[in-house]
């Protein structure tokens, strides 16, 4: 364990924030917050409310520009000023509240915003290839071992844990560099919960880098291969997973180890 992140090289980072400082007015969001995830592995992000978890995503994300400190995408430093901006970048989201449509079709919702349309006059009169992408988004559920009975009801009458699942596989559908995951398994029961990190280990094995945000602890800890804790805007802890505990974790959280040190 380290008590501070070192300045991250730039060799296989899928995303990272290199010492990231925010302020809101007289808020001080972040002073010193700093994540990196690179190809392959899952790391978590964990922190009490109001460290800054939230900030430092939408940072990752273009929502919010930092007034310092340096963020990388794909191994390249980046200035993102939106989130089409990181999207272009190979950079995909799962929500809290997951962005899906209710009222559309899990294929439509696995395609809102990349629609494919058929060639030639029926694509310019905007005719969507509907077989193509019910084909795609099948194999795209299917190679992450999530099965449906149908793709063509609408969202809302899944269940939790299936509206996570059509969440997660569109991000993957889309991303080829990261995927971040915002409290995945939050509102969900617990055999939903370990579905959610099983998908997380499978993401990881494709290659691409998976960020956690969650308050999911003991789950996520098994899931992860890294864990990075933030205290009052700062990285407080980074660690190997499987060497931190969860009674580590909450320490880190609420600032214990930094004011015992004091």
């Given amino acids: 364990m380290t008590d501070g992140p070192a300045p991250p090289t730039h060799t296989d980072i899928a995303i990272a924030g290199s010492h990231i400082a925010k302020r809101f007015g007289h808020v001080q969001a972040l002073t010193d917050a700093s994540v990196t995830v690179r190809a392959g592995e899952v790391v978590a992000l964990f922190g009490d409310n109001?460290?800054?978890?939230?900030?430092?995503?939408?940072?990752?994300?273009?929502?919010?520009?930092?007034?310092?400190?340096?963020?990388?995408?794909?191994?390249?430093?980046?200035?993102?000023?939106s989130v089409r901006d990181t999207q272009?970048?190979?950079?995909?989201?799962?929500?809290?509240?997951?962005?899906?449509?209710?009222?559309?079709?899990i294929i439509d919702n696995m395609f809102?915003?990349?629609?494919?349309?058929?060639?030639?006059?029926?694509?310019?009169?905007?005719?969507?290839?509907?077989?193509?992408?019910?084909?795609?988004?099948?194999?795209?559920?299917?190679?992450?071992?999530?099965?449906?009975?149908?793709?063509?009801?609408?969202?809302?009458?899944?269940?939790?844990?299936?509206?996570?699942?059509?969440?997660?596989?569109?991000?993957v559908m889309w991303a080829h560099t990261a995927v971040l995951m915002d409290e995945p398994t939050a509102a969900l029961g617990a055999r939903q919960s370990e579905i959610v990190c099983e998908l997380m280990?499978?993401?990881?094995?494709?290659?691409?880098?998976?960020?956690?945000?969650?308050?999911?602890?003991?789950?996520?800890l098994k899931a992860a291969d890294r864990v990075t804790i933030l205290w009052r805007g700062r990285t407080a802890l980074e660690a190997d997973a499987a060497s931190l505990t969860v009674p580590d974790a909450v320490a880190a959280m609420v600032g214990y180890h930094k004011e015992e040190a004091a």
């Fill in 201 to 220: 280990r499978t993401i990881a094995g494709r290659g691409l880098g998976v960020l956690v945000v969650s308050h999911d602890l003991p789950r996520v």
């Fill in 88 to 105: 272009h970048r190979g950079v995909e989201t799962v929500h809290q509240d997951l962005a899906l449509a209710p009222d559309l079709s």
């Fill in 50 to 81: 109001g460290a800054g978890k939230s900030t430092f995503l939408k940072t990752l994300l273009g929502i919010v520009q930092p007034d310092q400190g340096e963020l990388v995408i794909g191994d390249e430093t980046v200035k993102p000023s």
């Fill in 112 to 171: 809102l915003g990349h629609e494919v349309v058929h060639r030639g006059i029926r694509g310019r009169l905007g005719t969507l290839a509907r077989r193509r992408m019910g084909e795609r988004a099948d194999a795209a559920l299917r190679e992450l071992g999530i099965m449906l009975p149908s793709l063509t009801i609408p969202v809302r009458d899944l269940s939790g844990g299936q509206r996570q699942a059509v969440a997660v596989a569109r991000a």
